[in-house]
């Protein structure tokens, strides 16, 4: 059984940086790649990034790129999505979630079903 706990969320304006954290326990978490997804009110569930169980690929969605970077520490069981120049459309309650099947060091997933454990969700809302 893997816990995830997301953290960092919160106000900010519009141009403005956050960073996330995801703790994970439970399970080896450098056996695992990771994935962070977002949900605006009223919208589906859409993948923004996800980084590699060796941290050697990430990967991210057209909207994000060259602002948000995804980092790990296996040795603090730890992700991180450092959000910069956020817009208005950045707001969501984002979550990470841990692909535990994902046998390559390499690869990312970007659909949401293949991930086996959801943390609960941190808001994010960028102002004007």
């Known amino acids: 059984q893997v816990q995830l706990v997301e953290s960092g969320g919160g106000l900010v304006q519009a141009g403005g940086s956050l960073r996330l954290s995801c703790a994970a326990s439970g399970g080896t978490f450098s056996t695992y790649s990771m994935g962070w997804f977002r949900q605006a009110p009223g919208k589906e569930r859409e993948f923004v990034g996800g980084i590699s169980r060796s941290a050697g690929r990430t990967d991210y969605r057209d909207s994000v790129k060259g602002r948000f970077t995804i980092s790990r520490d296996n040795a603090k069981n730890t992700v991180y999505l450092q959000m910069n120049s956020l817009q208005l459309e950045d707001t969501a309650v984002y979550y990470c979630?841990?692909?535990?099947?994902?046998?390559?060091?390499?690869?990312?997933?970007?659909?949401?079903?293949?991930?086996?454990?959801w943390g609960q969700g941190t808001q994010v809302t960028v102002s004007s």
């Open positions: 979630a841990a692909d535990l099947r994902n046998s390559s060091p390499f690869t990312v997933d970007f659909r949401g079903q293949v991930y086996d454990y």
